[in-house]
């Protein structure tokens, strides 16, 4: 048994390491665009990133690294995505801890250093600007916020989240972790940069064993626009510093953790103003069930709806039909929360339950449910509305 209880300040409740964001002049107004996750001795890491083909320098820097090794130091800028800049791009990134490495004021041995990066792709870091910032850190700095404020893009608001464990005989370890993400989100890893601390002290396979499992639900399960980006990094580091661990606890705490700041990455979508869940149940194989959830929650005609608050079930059934799994129109049910818009029996709405569909929608989160009645393949993705504000967004993102 244990019990979980969230916390405040986000990662400055895990022991072992330290945080702060500064600014290295990328972003207006000298808001924090540079951070950096510290640790007291090298630690356990393990990281899950992007399916994009064209992944950015460095994660090619990361896994240059090969399986199993420890980190101390990792370092985070945004408004520069470091992608498609070639071998130049790695070589940056070593230049970068070269000279930091090389610095007199900068106190503190690296041990196999790691980068993360999000913002435009196509340009090469301003590593001049990154070097002079970073010599300016105060390595024993426990700030949360700040560095939780440099990852940030277009993002609306700061994601952090924490939680303590406590396991029976009176010990006990937490769990924390900052993310951004807002646009570029598709159930292929979302497009974010993650970062979760822990003290507990978990053994690296299970790191990665359950680092594997829990994206499945939550952040490769979640769509803003359908697009993949070429630096989603989901990262985990433990020191270890608790001298706690139970392996279903801490399951339970990673998976509460991924789950939300999932949920927030959408309700942050590039102007949405909806969280839906999409429910395929009743499938011939939970593969089936993911392969039809994920397809409305990247449906733009689907979005455009939820968008408009219109009740369009025909939305939902062609999308399902269009997504290659198995089906049946005659078998088909639709919900909208506890609304039945659509089952054979009733294939047009009338006023009533147009009506009482039209409410769900104007509700800030709600679920569309489908159940196909073929099978019991289950799977729950989810998205949200688009609107004018995304494309406001995207159409000028350079500037």
Known sequence: MFDMTSLKNGLENVSGFYFDGTSAGFKAGGAPDLAFIRADEPCEVSAVFTSNRFQAAPIRHFKRYGKHFKTNFVLMNSKNANAMTGDAGVNDIDDIFTELSKAPNFKFELTNPVMSS???????????????????????????DAAAHAIMTTDRFKKEIAF??????????????????????????????????????????????LLADTVKTSFNAISVDGDTSTNDTVMLLASGKSG?????????????????????????????????????????????????????????????????????????ASTIGASGIECEEARLVIHYDDVLVFDHDHPQLDSERENAAHAVMQKDSYKISCDLGLGAGAFTAYGCDLGHEYVKINADYRS
């Open 118 to 144: 999000t913002g435009v792709i196509g340009y090469r870091l301003n590593t001049e600007k990154i070097i002079s910032a970073a010599l300016k850190f105060d390595l024993s700095a426990r700030n949360s």
């Open 164 to 209: 303590r464990v406590d396991l029976e005989g009176g010990k006990s370890f937490n769990v924390a972790c900052i993310c951004k993400g807002a646009g570029m989100i598709n159930p292929c890893l979302a497009t974010m940069l993650c970062f979760i601390l822990t003290d507990a002290a978990i053994p690296r396979s299970d790191m990665d064993e």
């Open 244 to 316: 706690a661990y139970n392996k279903e606890a801490f399951k339970f705490a990673l998976d509460t953790i991924t789950k939300q700041i999932a949920l927030n990455l959408v309700k942050d979508g590039e102007g949405s103003s909806k969280v839906v869940a999409f429910e395929v149940r009743g499938a011939a194989s939970d593969e089936q069930a993911e392969k039809a959830a994920k397809a409305l929650s990247n449906s733009l005609l689907v979005k455009t709806a939820i968008f408009g608050e219109d009740p369009n079930w025909g939305r939902i």
